[in-house]
């Protein structure tokens, strides 16, 4: 019989969270209040800022970082045969977040997450095994829209285990109403849209080595974003509450959308949701999406390059006017697309 080891306690070493931020390459207002807890409303008064526009090198004040602070990395916990895991020392919700692993035995450990046994996710408590991305091993994990218990991990090794968790932020928006156009809530009744479901859940399946080796890029040069990632939505007044699962982009149609990073086109068609949709597979099951497209330019089964043209911008399915809402899924669940711009992996 195996010996299990018991539940190893996650070692945080206490840290002094710094009162300010400063701007690298890719920057937003919006990304740097998201990933600090704060509004953009309050990055700007602390910082008496009237415009956007920041410089690369520029020290921002982070109003109420204490209170949520960003994902960083967390110092290494105890070692499981020769295993050292280094975690996030906190994440909020929809976050990406990366496992490091390292050590003689890193690439044989296994791992799960538990704590989506309480969630509404896809194949939850999974057995992930590591993947070098960046001669790292690693582990990439999410956090679901609307959850912010603990993420619990577990390692296995030879039959012994250990493991730990680090707590979640809430993100803190508020609800919208968006009260459609009848014209455009009907293509929510669509009979084709089972078909359009299940084609996508057959991508989030996908489990096939990481293909990408460079940072992600944006979908849209210079594209400006219209409507943040993860802001919770009612169709009407009082009805379920859902998230806007992508991050939207504002641009006239005929505008060139081009691919995040190297991977596999595993869909590429036009549906009544989603309207024209190019999906594309990077590996280590995640997979970049791009909605509302006029035009396609790949097909099925095509390998695409960092940057390559994919389609162009439409206004194609659940839309009401030419944008691009880019989706990034790690194993079915949506994480926040401005968490990969000018990363390889989330920070």
């Given at each position: 019989?195996n010996?299990l080891?018991?539940?190893?306690a996650l070692?945080l070493?206490?840290?002094s969270?710094?009162?300010?931020?400063?701007?690298v390459?890719?920057?937003t207002?919006w990304?740097?209040?998201?990933?600090?807890?704060?509004?953009v409303a309050?990055?700007?008064?602390?910082?008496?800022l009237n415009?956007?526009a920041?410089?690369?090198?520029q020290?921002?004040?982070?109003?109420?970082?204490a209170?949520?602070?960003?994902?960083?990395?967390?110092?290494t916990?105890?070692?499981?045969?020769?295993?050292?895991?280094?975690t996030p020392?906190?994440?909020?919700e929809?976050?990406p977040?990366?496992?490091?692993?390292s050590?003689?035995?890193?690439?044989?450990?296994r791992v799960r997450?538990p704590?989506?046994?309480?969630?509404?996710?896809?194949?939850?408590?999974?057995?992930?095994?590591?993947v070098q991305?960046?001669?790292?091993?690693v582990?990439l994990g999410?956090v679901v829209?609307?959850?912010?218990?603990?993420?619990?991990?577990?390692?296995e090794?030879?039959?012994?285990?250990a493991?730990?968790q680090?707590?979640v932020?809430?993100?803190?928006?508020?609800?919208?109403n968006?009260?459609?156009?009848?014209?455009?809530?009907?293509v929510?009744?669509?009979?084709g849209?089972a078909?359009e479901?299940?084609?996508?859940e057959?991508?989030?399946e996908?489990?096939t080595?990481?293909?990408?080796t460079?940072p992600?890029?944006?979908?849209?040069?210079g594209g400006?974003?219209?409507?943040?990632?993860?802001?919770?939505?009612?169709?009407?007044?009082?009805?379920?509450?859902?998230?806007?699962?992508?991050?939207?982009y504002?641009?006239?149609?005929g505008?060139?959308?081009?691919?995040?990073n190297?991977g596999?086109?595993v869909?590429?068609?036009?549906?009544?949701?989603?309207?024209g949709?190019v999906?594309?597979?990077?590996?280590a099951g995640?997979?970049?999406?791009?909605?509302h497209?006029?035009?396609?330019?790949?097909s099925v089964?095509q390998?695409v390059?960092?940057?390559q043209?994919?389609?162009e911008?439409g206004?194609?399915?659940?839309s009401?006017?030419p944008h691009?809402h880019l989706e990034?899924?790690?194993r079915g669940?949506a994480v926040?697309?401005a968490?990969?711009v000018?990363?390889?992996l989330?920070?």
């Amino acid at each position: 019989m195996n010996k299990l080891a018991p539940l190893l306690a996650l070692m945080l070493f206490p840290s002094s969270l710094a009162a300010t931020y400063t701007v690298v390459r890719g920057d937003t207002l919006w990304g740097i209040a998201q990933r600090s807890g704060t509004t953009v409303a309050d990055l700007r008064a602390a910082n008496g800022l009237n415009t956007d526009a920041l410089e690369v090198g520029q020290v921002l004040q982070l109003p109420g970082a204490a209170a949520t602070p960003a994902a960083t990395s967390a110092p290494t916990v105890a070692s499981l045969s020769g295993v050292q895991v280094q975690t996030p020392a906190r994440v909020k919700e929809g976050d990406p977040f990366v496992l490091r692993l390292s050590g003689d035995n890193a690439s044989r450990v296994r791992v799960r997450f538990p704590s989506e046994l309480n969630e509404d996710v896809r194949r939850p408590n999974e057995w992930l095994s590591p993947v070098q991305i960046g001669g790292a091993w690693v582990v990439l994990g999410r956090v679901v829209l609307g959850q912010t218990a603990p993420v619990r991990y577990e390692l296995e090794l030879d039959g012994v285990s250990a493991g730990g968790q680090f707590p979640v932020g809430p993100l803190g928006q508020p609800v919208q109403n968006l009260n459609m156009p009848a014209s455009i809530a009907a293509v929510l009744q669509d009979p084709g849209r089972a078909a359009e479901t299940a084609a996508v859940e057959k991508a989030y399946e996908l489990r096939t080595p990481p293909a990408w080796t460079e940072p992600f890029a944006q979908a849209i040069a210079g594209g400006r974003r219209s409507s943040g990632f993860g802001q919770p939505r009612r169709e009407t007044a009082g009805a379920k509450i859902n998230y806007h699962y992508g991050m939207d982009y504002s641009a006239p149609k005929g505008t060139r959308v081009q691919a995040v990073n190297l991977g596999r086109v595993v869909l590429a068609a036009t549906y009544p949701v989603r309207g024209g949709l190019v999906v594309i597979d990077h590996g280590a099951g995640l997979l970049s999406l791009y909605f509302h497209l006029s035009k396609i330019d790949v097909s099925v089964g095509q390998s695409v390059s960092r940057g390559q043209k994919v389609g162009e911008v439409g206004s194609t399915g659940y839309s009401t006017g030419p944008h691009l809402h880019l989706e990034m899924r790690l194993r079915g669940e949506a994480v926040d697309p401005a968490r990969w711009v000018d990363q390889r992996l989330p920070q």
